[in-house]
């Protein structure tokens, strides 16, 4: 793992800082800090399209799409200095590091052209049509299916845990184009527009009092058959390559997110006293010491410079997921009885909705249980069980 600041990397670095600080600090200051998905959403989407306009948005893209062409170090300095100025969660991060590298490796000129300018410029947003009620991990088994009619496939179903459904623009919908396929099978990648009379979406309210998922339900949805992504019934080979990129630079920034975190609970642990207790500090150094693994680890999937993320990815959601479990439950631990104190909206702090939302990671995006299974079979190449033993 190899992963130099040159001279020339640092004048980035500081070029990038000095634009996220002058924003974030002046016409951008509402949304500075902000954790929650569904807050400020006109301002957050005046924040996409101000990261647009300076080509901060998808630097790693080619430079004809929007982006910078930025290199592997380029774009882990820029992901640091971003949650190092406190940036808000990405509203277009799921066309941003999802759907536009897709699109770049398997879409078309027509498609390019199409999509990826408003994803770049802060246009369009994006959410994930994957999940459903009886395929959620086991996303082979999706029900919602869609039949082709003169150029256009007509959609019926319903997904599940869809972020930001009642926020975005479109949806990439996994589909059942053949009629009868099972598992894998017979599955289309469709792009589909959410501003349309056969979709509805339905938040989901969570414990924490916000909304970020959706139930999105299709009836006689539209999808134009030059908006599918791949050949006919080749659509599970384009899902999964979209979860592959999932793992790859845009970890960084999650890492920094953490880091973040972690910053906090260190502060609120020496505001409160609970740092002089033994344990809270073997805990806390612990945490410090997993996300220094967390990130050795990222730097040396990304050390090849491709940006690809070879077998030892598989390996990263499980672990990241246990590490922020372990970091919610870190403080509540540290809070103590303040944790569990709302304001007078019904709402909690950040660390508390942190700890409640962390209790989710080992479930969303596959179960540890699943991951392991993509361990064992795809990156150390093990046979699967016989089925009754």
């Known amino acids: 793992m190899k992963l130099a600041f040159a001279p ?12 996220l600080q002058t924003q974030l600090s002046g016409p951008f200051k509402v949304v500075r800090g902000q954790t929650n998905q569904v807050d400020h959403v006109e301002e957050r989407r005046a924040w996409e399209e101000a990261l647009g306009a300076a080509r901060w948005s998808v630097i790693g893209w080619p430079a004809a799409w929007g982006g910078r ?14 949650a190092r100025a406190k940036g808000p969660p990405r509203l277009g991060h799921l066309g941003v590091e999802l759907l ?23 246009r369009s947003i994006w959410c994930q049509g994957y999940s459903e009620p009886g395929a959620g991990s086991d996303l082979a088994n999706v029900k919602t299916k869609a039949r082709l009619e003169d150029g256009i496939y007509r959609i019926d179903g319903q997904k599940i845990w869809t972020s930001m459904g009642t926020l975005a623009d479109w949806c990439f919908v996994v589909a059942r184009t053949a009629p009868g396929s099972m598992g894998s099978k017979g ?49 599970w080979k384009v899902a999964m390559a979209l979860l592959g990129f999932e793992r790859g630079v845009s970890t960084l920034a999650q890492q920094m997110h953490f880091r973040n975190e972690l910053d906090a609970i260190v502060a609120v642990a020496k505001a409160n006293g609970r740092a002089c207790d033994p344990i809270v500090r073997q805990k806390l150094a612990h945490a410090h010491a997993g996300l220094r693994i967390m990130r050795y680890n990222a730097l040396r999937m990304l050390s090849d410079g491709s940006g690809t993320t070879g ?16 970091l919610g439950e870190l403080a509540m631990d540290v809070l103590g009885q303040e944790g569990e104190i709302g304001t007078p909206e019904d ?21 540890d249980q699943i991951q392991r299974n993509l361990i064992a079979e795809r990156a150390l190449g093990l046979p699967k069980e016989p089925r009754g033993t």
């Open 8 to 19: 020339e990397l640092e004048t980035f670095r500081e070029e990038a800082s000095d634009w």
């Open 69 to 82: 062409d930025a290199s592997i170090a380029q774009q882990v300095v820029f992901a640091e200095e971003y």
């Open 100 to 122: 536009g590298p897709t699109l770049l490796a398997f879409g078309d000129d027509v498609q390019k052209a199409r999509f990826l300018p408003d994803i770049a410029l802060g």
């Open 187 to 235: 599955l289309s990648f469709l792009l589909v527009p959410m501003h349309q009379p056969g979709v509805s979406a339905r938040p989901i309210r969570q414990m924490t009092g916000e909304a970020e998922f959706a139930e999105v339900f299709f009836d006689d949805a539209e999808a134009l058959a030059v908006d599918r992504v791949g050949a006919e019934s080749e659509g």
């Open 311 to 326: 077998g030892a990815a598989y390996t990263y959601k499980l672990y990241w997921s246990r590490w922020h479990r372990d």
């Open 347 to 367: 709402r909690f702090e950040g660390l508390t909705n942190m700890f409640l939302m962390s209790r989710a990671d080992t479930i969303y995006a596959g179960t």
